[in-house]
T-cell receptor, first 111, second 114 residues
Framework: DAKTTQPPSMDCAEGRAANLPCNHS???????VYWYRQIHSQGPQYIIH???NNETNEMASLIITEDRKSSTLILPHATLRDTAVYYC????????????FGTGTKLQVIP | NAGVTQTPKFQVLKTGQSMTLQCAQD?????MSWYRQDPGMGLRLIHY???????DQGEVPNGYNVSRSTTEDFPLRLLSAAPSQTSVYFC?????????????FGQGTRLTVV
């Protein structure tokens, strides 16, 4: 699985969009970008994933650059409940899902 | 829909004791795995299973055993607890089908070994 690089922490004002970056310069053509988050002391929660097209669901949007070397998770209107550690993971879809987590980005949403 | 259920939520063990952390899922997922999370660190894979009767080691398997006799259950056994095994343990499960591979996690078991 490709290695990812994320900033250790970020702040975001409540109601504003939170943009969380992730670098994955060694990503392979068949690897997807997945995002999970972990709210304090809880189990990680799946957010979204994509291959090369931008993706959107009820939780977030995922923007992947054309060269696929980086991506951005966007929480359009951050709330206090979005305060969590966000993990960017790059891996092959299908087959066994041996999810490998880094240390993620600690997002603090500020009132 | 219960998802992934872990028991117990909290446990204190004495050094040398053994115990089993339980994990059950009701989504008919083929894949299940155990992770541990230590303060300030990401999750590290202990053991995983790709189906009933099939298990394999992850990054940090020493001191732990697993078995998978049914699709639903994937217990983690600590053979002889050590203080270094104080951690939060998470169980996860997922489908194998492409594009349906997001993992679902339990709420964790907080283990303290004294």
């Amino acid at each position: 699985d490709a290695k990812t690089t994320q900033p250790p922490s970020m702040d975001c004002a409540e109601g504003r969009a939170a943009n969380l970056p992730c670098n994955h310069s060694t990503i392979s053509g068949n690897e997807y970008v997945y995002w999970y988050r972990q709210i304090h002391s809880q189990g990680p929660q799946y957010i979204i994933h994509g291959l090369k097209n931008n993706e959107t669901n009820e939780m977030a949007s995922l923007i992947i650059t054309e060269d696929r070397k980086s991506s951005t998770l966007i929480l359009p209107h951050a709330t206090l409940r979005d305060t969590a550690v966000y993990y960017c993971i790059v891996r092959v879809s299908g087959g066994y899902q041996k999810v490998t987590f880094g240390t993620g980005t600690k997002l603090q949403v500020i009132p | 829909n219960a998802g992934v259920t872990q028991t117990p939520k909290f446990q204190v063990l004495k050094t040398g004791q053994s115990m089993t952390l339980q994990c059950a899922q009701d989504m008919n997922h083929e894949y299940m795995s155990w992770y541990r999370q230590d303060p300030g660190m990401g999750l590290r894979l202990i053991h995983y299973s790709v189906g009933a009767g099939i298990t394999d080691q992850g990054e940090v398997p020493n001191g732990y055993n697993v078995s998978r006799s049914t699709t639903e259950d994937f217990p983690l056994r600590l053979l002889s607890a050590a203080p270094s095994q104080t951690s939060v343990y998470f169980c996860a499960s997922s489908y194998s089908a492409p594009l349906k591979t997001e993992a679902f996690f339990g709420q964790g078991t907080r283990l303290t070994v004294v």
